[in-house]
């Protein structure tokens, strides 16, 4: 999904808005482990991404509505958000862009997929399913 297929496919209208924004003031930063990883979208669902990515893993997560003062270490990352590349996953009724070079977004998308299967407690490899999701 691009940038441009936003509109049609999120109901949250804060995640568009943020989205549409390109990034620049609505940019946090998700502290995943050892990862810092440039994230956008709205403070519901950014929350809500999290916190899915801490089911997913040993490590705990942490939100920053800001850059952390050691910034983030990867060159990367760090340009990532004057680049229009991002990955935009969906989280419910809203979306998170994850900002990263392609090895971060992946290994941060692994970790919310496997929060979300553990949340859904789904032994199989399905993908996200909104409708599931909601009826939590
Ligand atoms: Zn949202
Ligand atoms: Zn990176």
Redesign the pocket.
Known sequence: MSVSDVGASIS?A??RATLRSGGRDALSVLLVGRLRIPVV??D??LDRFATTCALGGDGSTDLLDHRPAGGIPCPSCRLAPRRPEQAIVPVGD?AVAVVACPSHRDEVVDRFNSGARARQQLPTDLPFDDERDRAE
């Open positions: 949250c804060a995640c979208g709205c519901d669902h809203g």
